[in-house]
């Protein structure tokens, strides 16, 4: 009888394993892409819900401060433009700065990894990703960009980037952002009058 009810518990652990190494648990999200997701969803409301302090205010923009840091940033601001024709506001997150051209390029490249291989949930619809191709930088550049159109059906996201952009400020001075804004890019203005 001890024979039988072990060969049974046995059998029945071998059943509960396997089917516990076929299902597979879910990845939480990275902070990046939890913090990064949560700027994406308050652009629906022109970055309002994660505005802070007014940083500064000049004649053309009001700076603010962002109340949701993305890892590795240095700083994450809010522009919103004195404009007639476009009152959308535009959020900056500064991702290095310094003098050293390398550790410049390798921020550039993992910011743009970061953000082309993102998954994020915009107001309970599936998933949605950026796509985009990265720009390489070169040596003899001084500035280049990157920039990843959200893939999502939602209309309120139509013109949404994600642009990532190297720049040699002065001869030694390099910065990375990474900015989330809406804007048309010129191929989509032809599509748009076909």
Wanted: net charge neutral.
């Amino acid at each position: 009888m001890k024979k039988i009810i072990l060969l049974l518990l046995t059998i029945f652990l071998m059943q509960v394993s396997t089917k516990a190494q076929l299902i597979k648990p879910a990845q939480a999200p990275s902070p990046f892409t939890e913090n990064l997701g949560k700027v994406i969803q308050s652009f629906r409301n022109n970055y309002y819900q994660v505005q802070g302090e007014l940083l500064s205010s000049v004649e053309d923009v009001d700076t603010y401060r962002c109340s949701v840091s993305i890892p590795g940033s240095k700083r994450s601001v809010i522009y919103r433009f004195h404009s007639r024709e476009d009152t959308t506001a535009g959020w900056q997150a500064s991702m290095y700065s310094g003098d050293n051209y390398n550790a410049a390029v390798k921020s550039y490249k993992e910011t743009c990894r970061l953000v082309s291989k993102g998954k994020f949930n915009i107001q309970g619809n599936a998933a949605a990703g950026f796509s985009g191709k990265t720009e390489m930088p070169e040596g003899t550049l001084r500035f280049v960009s990157s920039a990843y159109k959200l893939t999502t059906k939602d209309p309120a996201y139509k013109h949404f980037y994600a642009e990532v952009e190297l720049v040699n400020l002065t001869f030694d001075q390099w910065e990375v952002h990474l900015n989330l804004q809406n804007k048309k890019v010129d191929d989509e203005d032809e599509e748009e009058g076909e």
